[in-house]
């Protein structure tokens, strides 16, 4: 087995890589049927694009001694169904048996791409919907869709595709809240992910619930839904934990384009705003599945380096430092003032105020 040595302080520590990836996000695309106000695409420096069957299949061949690898999802930041390649992709990722969960819109979910779904025994749908007038302005379709999905199980005696409804909240859609969550509830949705908002734009600014917490936020939201459905809940102020799920989950993520990325937040370069200060957020590679296998890439002594010091928190806290409104660290994610490349020091998904599927 191949081993990494390197020195933590008056400590010599020695990784020892293994086989363990569980989860692998596909991105099947960049590219987007909507254009939603606060989508992180918006602020993209990079090309739309999607995946082709080589890049696909050789994603795959890289997993043939992962043997721990749980669940495939579909996801991104895109969506996936506008890949004219989605039906073959789906199907073998279900002919190999891994557990396959889908991140949508839903939009482009016909009767027929339902019946497709049914088929395969997809595993789970994970629906992005926003109360109010939030995303898109409406979540009548997805509300619609998750009725029929439900019932179709109940009439069937299915046991899935399990529903799960992927909202973000805000300052505009938190008054809505409790309705949503019900009508959901009544329509058959199994679990919900929430997440806060990260602005991308300065128009944005006054949105995120975070800034200026309500007291006892977390309380007030977990009492209305969480004794009725599943229900993962973001942190609405800073906390001294500080857990990555990409990296406790053993996850990675797979661009369009093959490039190897160790989450969501790194997968493309963009903009955000992290606490009202503008951050330039670098898209980090640590391979490409055309040029090397998963496997390979995974156990690269950079990548199980960087994997190494998120789980253990070794980077500075600048969200809560009383420095960060003068220091130059803040504005990109490339370094910090531990010397660290990249950086996950202001990471709002590392400090659970932003939640991933």
């Known amino acids: 087995m191949k081993t990494y040595k390197f020195n933590l302080k008056d400590a010599e520590v020695t990784l020892k890589p293994d086989n363990n990836i569980e989860k692998v996000y596909i991105e099947l695309s960049s590219d987007c049927n909507l254009h939603c106000e606060m989508c992180f695409r918006n602020s993209f420096e990079e090309k739309f694009g999607k995946m082709d069957l080589k890049t696909f299949y050789n994603i795959f061949d890289g997993l043939k001694d992962m043997k721990k690898v749980k669940e495939i999802i579909f996801g991104g930041i895109g969506e996936p169904l506008t890949n004219p390649n989605f039906k073959e992709m789906a199907k073998f990722v279900k002919e190999k048996g891994y557990k396959l969960l889908l991140e949508s819109n839903g939009y482009l979910i016909t009767d027929e791409m339902l019946d497709f779904f049914f088929s395969i025994s997809l595993d789970e749908f994970i629906f992005s919907a926003e109360p109010g007038a939030a995303g898109h302005g409406s979540y009548s379709w997805i509300l619609n869709l998750t009725k029929k999905i439900s019932d179709r199980i109940a009439r069937e005696k299915l046991g899935k595709p399990v529903v799960t409804i992927q909202t973000v909240l805000s300052t505009k859609n938190i008054h809505n809240i409790e309705s949503f969550f019900q009508k959901f509830v009544d329509a058959g949705a199994s679990r919900f992910i929430l997440s ?162």
């Not at 459905?229 to 609405?236: A, H």
């Not at 969501?264 to 009202?276: D, I, K, S």
Request: charged fraction near 25%; charge should be positive.
């Open 196 to 357: 806060n908002i990260i602005p991308t734009s300065e128009k944005e600014l006054s949105l995120p619930l975070y800034i200026n917490p309500k007291p006892d936020m977390e309380n007030r939201i977990s009492r209305k839904i969480t004794g009725k459905i599943s229900t993962n809940l973001p942190y609405f102020e800073l906390k001294t934990e500080r857990y990555c799920n990409f990296i406790q989950n053993n996850s990675v993520v797979v661009r369009w384009d093959g490039e190897v990325a160790p989450c969501y937040r790194f997968l493309h370069t963009y903009t955000e705003y992290v606490y009202g200060l503008k951050k330039q957020i670098k898209a980090v590679s640590y391979g490409n599945v055309n040029e090397k296998s998963l496997s390979e890439i995974w156990k690269s002594e950079d990548f199980s380096y960087f994997r190494f010091k998120v789980r253990h928190a070794l980077f500075p806290s600048c969200t809560d430092c009383r420095l960060r409104d003068g220091c130059d660290f803040v504005t990109s994610s490339e370094y910090d003032c531990w010397g660290n490349s990249p950086s996950c020091a202001d990471c709002l998904w590392w400090r659970n105020l932003v939640i991933c599927p």
